[in-house]
C-alpha cells in the first residue's frame, strides 16, 4: 500500500474546499441545469454542502468514513431532486469502503470512489454515456486505478483522476440525455455540458488540491 495521504482533518478540508467551490460554480451549475432540467442543481448542491458543514465538519475525533457517513446524510436530508439521492449515496457508500480507518492511502481513496460510483450507478440505474454524473466518476476511477498501476504517487494519481473527470463532464455536452428530467428533452438535451458531471468533475478536482 502506498503512503498515507489523508485523514479526519484532511477529509474536512476536502469537504470544505468542495463546498466553497459548489458555492462559487452555483450559477454556473444551475445555468447549464437551466437548458437541460430543473434549474436547481447549482442551489441545490451549495445548500446541501452549507448543511454538510453544519451536521458533518464541525465534528472532531471522527475518522474519515465517519465524516462521509455524515455528508451524505446530510445530503440526503436536504438536497432536493436527483442530486440529493445520488451524490448521498456516493458519500455513504464511500464510507462503507473503509470503515474505521484514521488514515487513507491513495488505494483507500480509490477503493472509495469506486464503491461510491457504483452507489452512483445502482441508484440512478445509470450507464456510461446517458449524460449523468457517472460520465465524469467512472472516467476518474479508471483513470486513478490506472495511475496507480503505474506506480504513480498519490497527489499526481489524484491529478489525473480530476483530469479524467473534467474530460468526461466535456464528453456529454453532445450526448443524449438518457436519465432524469434532461432525458425528456431527446435530442434536444444533445449541445449540453451535463450539470452532475461538471459538479462531480468539482468534487474530483478539489480531492486531488486537498491530498497530500
Known amino acids: 500500500m502506498g503512503d498515507v495521504i489523508l485523514d479526519a482533518r484532511g477529509a474536512r478540508a476536502w469537504l470544505e474546499l468542495l463546498a466553497g ?35 458533518a465538519l464541525n465534528q472532531d475525533g471522527a475518522d474519515p468514513a465517519a465524516i462521509f457517513k455524515q455528508t451524505g446524510m446530510a445530503l440526503i436530508s436536504t438536497v432536493g431532486g436527483a442530486g440529493g439521492p445520488l451524490y ?10 473503509a470503515p474505521g480507518k484514521e488514515q ?21 440505474k445509470a450507464s456510461p454515456g446517458e449524460k449523468t454524473m457517472v460520465d465524469a466518476l467512472g472516467p476518474a476511477v479508471e483513470a486513478l486505478d490506472a495511475a496507480i ?8 494519481a489524484l491529478q489525473e483522476a480530476a483530469d479524467a473527470a473534467e474530460r468526461g463532464a466535456r464528453a456529454t455536452i453532445p450526448m443524449v440525455a438518457r436519465k432524469g428530467r434532461a432525458s425528456y428533452l431527446g435530442e434536444r438535451s444533445a449541445g449540453h455540458q451535463d450539470p452532475g458531471a461538471t459538479s462531480s468533475a468539482l468534487l474530483v478536482r478539489t480531492l486531488a488540491q486537498s491530498v497530500g
Open 21 to 55: 467551490t459548489l458555492s462559487e460554480h452555483a450559477g454556473e451549475l444551475t445555468a447549464l441545469d437551466a437548458a437541460i432540467g430543473d434549474a436547481d442543481h447549482g442551489s441545490n448542491m451549495d445548500r446541501g454542502f452549507k448543511a454538510v458543514r453544519q451536521k
Open 88 to 97: 448521498g449515496t456516493f458519500f455513504l457508500r464511500m464510507a462503507q469502503a
Open 104 to 124: 487513507l492511502t491513495v488505494e483507500d481513496l480509490r477503493d472509495m470512489l469506486k464503491a461510491g460510483l457504483e452507489g452512483v450507478v445502482q441508484r440512478g
Open 149 to 156: 498501476a503505474a506506480g504513480k504517487g498519490g497527489e499526481e
